[in-house]
């Protein structure tokens, strides 16, 4: 029999409410039937939804919470308001004190990460923890981070996301060695800001035996899938997501309109209907839903408040893949490496 995953998820985060949190709990326990959860939310809904998913009835232990952070609050309201008592909270807290392996929320982002850093803390040596998301590309799937955690890093910390970027691929793709890049504005060493460029020397001079670091890479080598892994710091992976986000919309609504304009189109659409539905999944947001928090002493994967159940199911077997495939530990063991061999500046000029 195979090891139990535990999985906490905050049931009244998102947009949609509970419903959708339990019908993707519903679809991702089709997948993987070793997951039990924990649900943390009002008992009285969760109760009176649970009674159309008997598999996840039979799966969870019910925890009731009477205080919901709401998607507009500050973090620091949230923080205030829900500590130890809220859904989000409580589904935190849960990974820390081991009840579960990972916890998930669709819930207000920034509220999700004040208390994550909160609660858990950032694992040693790391100052500031990313946000990854699982970016499609031509070749297949790429991670990006940092994506909205961290405005504004400097050259170590871009090193540090590179590490926790390269144990996320090794853990996720299988890779022994991914590839790194370094989101700039250009290819050459001159071009840049400073903290970019001295990020780039230390990852040169470093010996990395985790990953191979290629170089700088540009807004267009995103889709490309150039490398297995993109950094940057959140301003810029932020604009870049959504900017993704709304061009996949964009192209799609274009194609949309040109199938449906005349009957020949129309009618070229349904011996196309094959290849259009290929693309369709391709471009689906919904298959690479979940932002991975990354240098917590845990996992904490923030879905999309907008999803529907297929999404937040995907971010669950994010999560179940990255319990599964041992995703702190690898982690752990690449920032003891790294910081236990590399040299300070101060111990350079001594």
Sequence with gaps: MSEVINISLDVMGGDNGPAVILEGADLALVRHPDVRYH????????????????????????????????????PSQALRRGRGKSSMWRSIEAARDNQSQVCISAGNTGALMAMSKFCLRTMADIERPAIAAIWPTLRGESVVLDVGATIGADAQQLVDFALLGGAMARALFGIEQPTIGLLNIGEEDVKGLDEVKEAGRMLRDFEFPQFKYKGFVEGNDLGTGAVDVVVTEGFAGNIALKTAEGTAKQLAEYLHSAMSRTLMAK????????????????????????????????????????????????????????????????????????????????????
């Design 39 to 74: 649900l943390y939310g009002d008992q009285e809904i969760m109760e009176s939804l649970l009674d159309d998913y008997p598999r996840v009835k039979q799966a969870s232990t019910l925890h009731h919470c009477e205080v919901v952070i709401q998607m507009d609050e500050r």
């Design 267 to 350: 009618i070229g659409y349904l011996f196309a209907r094959s290849a259009f539905q290929r693309l369709r999944e391709k471009m689906d947001p919904r298959k690479v839903n979940g932002g991975v928090f990354l240098g917590l002493n845990g996992i904490v994967i923030k879905s999309h408040g907008g999803t529907d159940g297929e999404g937040f199911a995907s971010a669950i077997s994010l999560g179940y893949d990255m319990v599964k495939n041992g995703l702190t530990e690898k982690i752990e063991q690449d920032l003891s490496v790294y910081h236990k061999n590399r040299v300070v500046p101060d111990e350079e000029n001594a």
